[in-house]
């Protein structure tokens, strides 16, 4: 497994790829995997002759406050798990490499950014599309794989590829989950044991919506989560492909959650 630094040593090796006939399926991370990145490189795999990763906190998708700092960084655990599942190459810059110091532009979406974690996470979104339309003109791979428990920014990064021309085809992986049903994220790692046992909550919910087909579902969600101690940060039916809000239920809707567990912020989504 080769592991670059710059953009420069990377671009080179993914054109050495193209060059030779073999498509590059690229997974973006910002590292402290789990199973479910894992489960992304196997897509890329399933998809592609050569697999790319990339280990990057990216500075410019944490608002002020956030946990950027803290954010869990653990590099050696991750290139070993991404040998492990047959990476061929992994991208970890860091910031000066992917940002110059008097950088002005960015990448902005202004439709479905608007709801839902956009309008939580102010500017959130500016940054991933940013840094995912920089990472894609430095892998310039054929595939690129995201999970699903990201539903909106899986949703505007296939609108940035459509809108801005990236020769990309986009893959929505699946949820993975813990055997209790909780999502996996990296930011679990931050939960409390009495934390971690509330948060399934949030799985039982999207069971719940599953079967409540009344105009108040959101409402009934809300005061599940509530009745656990998470602090609801939005529950929303809406079009997976506009994501508007959507009051009145219907299957093929997507539900989309956001609460917080003591000072952890948790997502989930499920399409109905």
Known sequence: MRIFKTPGELREWSRTEARAGRGVGFVPTMGCLHDGHLSLV????ERADSVAASIFVNPTQFAPGEDFEKY?????????????????????PDAKAMYITDASIFVDETALSTHHDGASRPGHFRGVCTIVAKLFNIVEP????????????????????????????????????????????????????????????????????????????????????????LKVDYVTLADPDTLEPVTEPRPGLVLLLAAWCGKTRLIDNRVL
């Open 42 to 45: 196997a897509v890329a795999r």
């Open 142 to 229: 054929a595939v690129a794989v995201f999970g699903q428990k990201d539903f909106q920014q899986a949703a505007i990064i296939k609108r940035m590829v459509r809108d801005l021309d990236f020769p990309i085809k986009i893959v929505v992986a699946p949820i993975v989950r813990e055997p209790d049903g909780l999502a996996m994220s990296s930011r679990n790692t931050y939960l409390t044991p009495d934390e971690r046992a509330r948060a399934l909550v949030l799985n039982r919910a999207l069971d719940f919506a599953e079967h409540y087909k009344s105009p108040d579902l959101t409402e009934k969600i809300k005061s599940m989560i509530s009745e656990a101690g």
């Open 72 to 92: 869990p960084r653990t590099e050696a655990r991750d290139l070993a798990l991404l040998e492990a599942a047959g990476c061929d190459a992994v991208f970890m």
